[in-house]
């Protein structure tokens, strides 16, 4: 079910992580990390029909849907990718693959107009399988919600194969209130003119992280990241992004934007790799971090590894308070202080949050990022 070079070394062959290792720099990772312990059983899924699939790793329900179909991780004879360009496995990522206790690959079939909703749950710590086939010439749309329908850590498994002329929108909203872990592997290989677009949303858990790996190896093929976060008490939101320019004409972009308040931290790793013979590539990050008090800390790191000519390539970041003159403008006009914090922190997000494919969860992120500043702002007090 998963392709051997990721399950044909066992996990504790493997070196131990520490937060000295650049993958994992600046997170508060413990030592369980390097042997955690899987709940084999969930309790009984929890029906809810505000979604289209609810799924805790030992079963999912579906409501019928012309556009995709599911099928359970069990009844599959073949991986859904088998080749990985540049993917580095460490002893979590081969424990994620090696401990999975169940998933589902939801196949795409059809045009959707709508997200197509999906609520993970679970009981006790977690490794789900959650993989994502989009076949030639088909747009789809799917929203992925860490909730509160989780009780315990969940370390997830997202695997994404846009076929050529494919496009995937995919939404990854972390928003749980409870403090869990939640620490996200995806990779996606994106073939011949296809496409795959991916908002993520980090309010939530008291560990949050998206380690995304995407291989471009079409002609035309392309990648778009963009996301917000928001850290409040000693919350960390690590988002690290690696995109393979492996073929001609590939594009990919990334912008994630960030406020930190209390003693909440952030990490960025933004890598762009152009592989010789990706002639005509386009790529560009940026990431913007906004800090609300002196505990509070954002690591913001972007790279470029460029090993061809005739590409187009910038990167830029930035970390800090929010600058006195910008208050000047706002508060200028009549406003008090916390009010024009309270504008500009709004201003800051609308950036990313009024693009499109944000138009279904842009208001509850909204109200959740200016509800946690009302938080921060209540402790400074």
């Known amino acids: ?23 994992w720099k600046y997170t508060n990772i413990s030592e369980s990390i390097n042997n955690f312990k899987v709940e084999e059983e969930n309790n009984d899924l929890v029906e809810n029909t505000d979604f289209d699939i609810v799924f805790n790793s030992n079963e999912f329900i579906c409501k019928d849907n012309e556009t995709f179909s599911v099928t359970y991780l069990n009844d599959v004879s ?29 196949d795409f079939k059809e045009n959707n107009q709508e997200f197509v909703a999906l609520n993970l749950q679970n009981t006790g710590l977690s490794t789900p399988y959650i993989g994502i086939n989009v076949e030639k010439n088909v747009t789809a749309k799917l929203s992925i919600k860490f909730g509160d329908s989780l009780n315990a850590d969940i370390y997830s498994i997202i695997e994404v194969l846009t076929n050529s002329n494919s496009n995937l929108e995919l939404i990854i909203d972390a928003d749980t209130p409870k403090e869990i872990d939640i ?26 992280r998206n380690r995304i790996d995407v291989d471009l190896i079409g002609d035309g093929a392309g990648f778009n990241i963009d996301g917000v976060y928001f850290g409040e008490k000693a919350q960390v939101h690590d988002n690290r992004v690696f995109v393979n320019h492996i073929a001609k004409r590939t594009t990919s972009n990334m912008l994630t934007k960030g406020v930190l308040g209390d003693e909440s931290r952030s990490v960025f ?44 390539c910038g990167h830029g970041s930035s970390v800090g308070p929010i600058e006195e003159n910008l208050y000047h403008y706002v508060m200028s006009r009549g406003i008090d202080k916390t009010s024009a914090e309270k504008l500009l922190i709004k201003g800051f997000f609308n950036e990313v949050i009024s693009e ?3 138009e279904t969860i842009s208001d509850k992120v909204s109200e959740e990022i200016m509800q946690k500043y009302l938080n921060v702002l209540e402790r400074s007090k």
């Open 183 to 208: 620490i996200n592997s995806i990779f996606a290989r994106v073939e011949k003119d296809g496409f795959f677009n991916i908002h993520t949303v980090s309010t939530g858990g008291s560990f949050s």
């Open 78 to 106: 073949e991986p859904l990718i088998t080749d990985y360009a540049l993917r580095p496995v460490d002893r979590f990522l081969a424990q994620q693959y090696q401990k999975c206790n169940g998933g589902i690959i939801i």
């Open 269 to 312: 790793t933004g890598t762009i790799h152009i592989a010789e013979g990706a002639e005509k590539t386009e790529s560009h990050q940026e990431n913007r971090n906004i800090l609300l008090s002196e505990t509070a800390s954002a690591q913001s790191v972007p790279n470029l590894e460029i090993l061809c000519d005739d590409v187009i």
């Open 356 to 358: 499109d494919g944000w």
């Open 1 to 23: 079910m998963f392709s051997k070079k990721l399950i044909s070394e066992p996990y504790d062959s493997l070196k131990e992580i520490s937060t000295k290792d650049e993958d």
